[in-house]
């Protein structure tokens, strides 16, 4: 994660970010077994991962696999976030469908996660400090 800070200096030689912005951008791997990818399905792929993270944007990592077997492709998607690992698997004899199939499961499993993120209790750290400080 890349973070550009934009500084500008007070009358009394302090200092304070003006902006802060952060620019994420998850490392995607795609690996092929016993086919090889063309690069229009490279594409296709990687336009697909931009925008799952339109529903989670701390993705750190995301790895696809996709196994060409007699009967159907096999396409395997493992995504980082967070302190936690996402997998999804599909089979479909079509390798679109069968990477369409992953890509909408990995939206319901971000959803889920994050709605889970949000709705986590936060403290306070000054509510904390305050009920320390009455016992």
Not at 84 to 100: C, E, F, H, Q, R
Not at 110 to 128: A, D, N, Q, T, Y
Request: proline share 2%.
């Amino acid at each position: 994660m890349l973070i550009k800070k934009l500084i500008h200096g007070l009358s009394n030689n302090s200092f304070y970010f003006t902006h802060l912005q952060k620019e994420n951008h998850m490392k995607i791997r795609i690996t092929s077994r016993h086919q090889k990818l063309a690069p229009k399905l490279r594409e296709y792929i990687e336009e697909k991962l931009d925008r799952v993270e339109r529903y989670y944007d701390r993705i750190i990592d995301c790895e696809v696999v996709i196994v060409k077997e007699k009967i159907a492709e096999k396409v395997e998607i493992s995504i980082k976030v967070y302190g936690k690992s996402l997998n999804v698997k599909a089979k479909d004899p079509d390798l679109t469908k069968a990477i369409d199939l992953c890509m909408d499961k990995l939206e319901v499993q971000l959803k889920k996660f994050k709605g889970k993120m949000k709705s986590r209790p936060h403290v306070r750290i000054s509510e904390v400090l305050a009920g320390t400080a009455e016992e």
